[in-house]
């Protein structure tokens, strides 16, 4: 996990967060929080080689599918 993505993953799971670690949790932050989070579920949890589908993703986490309601799914990279 790249530095301060736990940051980003403890500010989408704790959705009344205002400050961490003495810094205030803008607006925008929470945003891009929020928007990490749906990438880094659907990048790790996966049988291996294989990224995880969202809907099995979606019915155990309550907040990846709110997420995902409210931004949609990432658009796919071209490699």
Known sequence: MRP???RLVV???IT???????SEVRPR???EAEKFYIRHCLESGGEEGKAPDADEVA??????AAYVEKYGLPAKEKA
């Not at 009344?16 to 003495?22: A, E, F, K, V």
């Not at 019915?59 to 990846?64: A, I």
């Open 59 to 64: 019915k155990g986490d309550v907040r990846f």
């Open 29 to 31: 932050e929470r945003v």
């Open 16 to 22: 009344t967060l205002t400050g961490m670690n003495g």
């Open 4 to 6: 301060g993505a736990l």
């Open 11 to 13: 500010i989408a799971k």
